[in-house]
């Protein structure tokens, strides 16, 4: 029988089902915490189900916690236990040695070197698919840095030791990258301000090139520009050619923004287009400016077009564009 169909426990206490549920991990994840690190019930049942008290529960409630702001799995048991421990001295729960510092399989494994510590703890809160502390810690890092800051130094670097982990992995944890990016996005659009109003000549449109899908970059971008009150319509994703092209023609923008992930879809020629595309009356036609972003646009750039180094570069250049 699996643990999470366990039958209930005689006499009380929450099965480890159960209890997984209750924290949102996964059975395993509980079973781990439990020979690992010396989490486990104070008592078991006759047969082989564990049974979990208010006071087990508890302890697990605060390794969850601890863990999700980026403290090593091994250093949050000792600490979990420690908190516990203190907090009911009563109990007669008999010490349990310190687990060895050694690596957590569970929580770590990604390659994050000397990012910052919500990294750390944003990775394993996606790596225990874990929504509502990730967005506790998305959202704690936007208010503290920053939206741009908060995706340079924070996000990005998560996403790709995400990345990275499901490519060294045969196409494993492809889930945690989704899972993660969808609550990026989620984040963001909460952090945004309200939709500013256009105001001609002001207007910035942002795309992704047609058959990209990379949006997030984008969402950023539109969520900084709105903050500094500055109109934006955003498109999305692989956006057409002729949408494209009838959005410019409708919006009238001092600027367009097209992101591209990758040569393949990176269109040299579409930028060249857009950027010479004109409006207005005779004498005073306007064209926008074009700003290539991405990894896809590396290489020469790409003429009567604007390449930033990076996305504060591209909110300094579109808000000194739109001010004027």
Do not use: N
Request: charged share 20%.
């Amino acid at each position: 029988m699996s643990e999470s169909t366990e039958p209930a426990v005689p006499g009380g206490g929450l099965t480890t089902g159960e209890v997984a549920r209750r924290l949102g991990v996964a059975p395993t994840t509980v079973r781990t915490w439990d020979h690992r690190y010396g989490l486990g019930p104070d008592r078991h049942t006759g047969g082989r189900h564990r049974r979990w008290t208010p006071a087990d529960v508890a302890r697990l409630e605060r390794m969850c916690a601890l863990t999700a702001t980026g403290i090593p799995p091994a250093e949050a048991a000792r600490l979990a236990r420690d908190e516990t421990r203190a907090a009911e001295p009563s109990a007669g729960r008999p010490a349990t040695p310190d687990a060895p510092s050694r690596p957590s399989h569970a929580g770590s494994g990604l390659r994050l070197g000397d990012a910052r510590q919500e990294c750390k703890g944003i990775a394993r809160a996606a790596l225990r698919l874990d929504a509502a502390a990730l967005d506790r810690l998305l959202l704690d890092a936007i208010r503290e840095h920053g939206l741009v800051a908060a995706w340079t130094e924070v996000i990005v670097p998560t996403l790709q030791a995400v990345g990275r982990k499901w490519e060294s992995s045969g196409e494993r944890y492809v889930e945690v990258e989704h899972f993660l990016s969808w609550h990026v996005s989620g984040a963001l659009r909460r952090a945004a301000p309200d939709t500013v109003p256009d105001r001609p000549g002001a207007t910035v449109v942002l795309a992704c090139v047609p058959g990209d899908h990379h949006t997030l970059a984008l969402e950023v971008l539109s969520a900084a520009l709105t903050e500094r009150g500055i109109p934006v319509r955003m498109f999305g994703g692989a956006l057409p050619v002729e949408s494209l092209l009838a959005a410019v023609r409708r919006t009238g923008p001092a600027a367009v923004a097209l992101w591209a992930q990758s040569r393949a879809t990176a269109s040299r020629p579409l930028a060249q287009h857009v950027a010479s595309m004109e409006w207005g009356v005779r004498g005073a036609r306007r064209s926008p400016l074009v700003l290539t972003l991405g990894p896809g646009w590396s290489g020469r750039p790409v003429p009567g077009t604007a390449r930033p180094h990076g996305l504060a570069d591209a909110v300094h250049a579109l808000e000194g564009l739109a001010t004027r």
